[in-house]
């Protein structure tokens, strides 16, 4: 059983376009994140979120929404996509914020 | 200036040799992370600790809080052990190093 999953592993789309991707983690976390990394590999927080509230918002452009439906749940909401939103989007839990994180297998977002 | 620095930036090793990877961080933390990602893009989380040192197979974590530095050694090298290999500290975020990236040849 994967422990963080993510959905779609791979997401081509043209600019403009809103686009959403999923994380589920069934590892009973209560605290959960979306990271980003760049071309050069570098990866940053954009998000982070404690029993469905956000904690964490790192100065990431308001197209980006995440949503919490349960603490089970963080999905990735972009509107309007642009070229330099192309990355590979990766989403982790953790039981706390200070604890191990555990990370999904990664969404690449090419915006064409 | 990054506040989490990691040392090579490129390393490539002959199957067999000790490797060392290095991490000095700038800032407060309650633990630092060492994690592995494989060419395929997943992340696997190698070790976390505060102090002291860690142990899993070949893989040796150790860290200096008062120096504020930490270490990543692989001993006895495999190419499977090719990948980049990310510092992360962990202060109420994870803040990332920029990766090591490590070829092991045959």
């Known amino acids: 059983d994967t422990a963080v999953s993510q959905t779609p592993k791979y997401l081509v789309t043209q600019m403009g376009n809103d686009k959403s991707i999923k994380c589920e983690q069934n590892?009973?976390?209560?605290?959960m994140y979306w990271y980003k990394q760049d071309s050069k590999k570098f990866l940053k927080i954009m998000f982070s979120y404690n029993n469905k509230e956000l904690i964490i918002n790192e100065t990431v452009p308001n197209r980006f929404s995440p949503k919490s439906p349960d603490k089970a749940h963080l999905n990735l909401h972009i509107n309007s996509l642009e070229l330099g939103d192309s990355a590979v989007y990766f989403c982790?839990?953790?039981?706390?914020?200070?604890?191990?994180?555990?990370f999904g297998q990664g969404t690449r977002l090419t915006v064409v | 200036k990054n506040e989490v620095e990691q040392s090579p930036q490129n390393l490539t090793a002959q199957e067999g040799e000790f490797i060392t990877i290095n991490c000095s961080y700038s800032?407060?933390?309650?633990?630092l992370h060492w994690l592995q990602q494989h060419p395929g893009g997943g992340i696997v989380s190698l070790f976390m600790?505060?102090?002291g040192k860690k142990k899993h197979g070949r893989l040796i974590a150790t860290i200096n809080i008062q120096e504020k530095h930490s270490s990543l050694h692989i001993t006895a090298s495999h190419p499977r052990d090719s990948a980049v290999y990310i510092c992360?500290?962990?202060?109420?975020?994870?803040?990332f190093g920029t990766g090591t990236r490590l070829q092991v040849f045959p």
């Open positions: 590892l009973g976390h209560d605290t």
């Open positions: 992360a500290v962990n202060t109420d975020k994870l803040i």
């Open positions: 982790a839990s953790s039981q706390d914020r200070r604890s191990e994180a555990f």
């Open positions: 600790l505060s102090s």
């Open positions: 800032v407060g933390i309650s633990a």
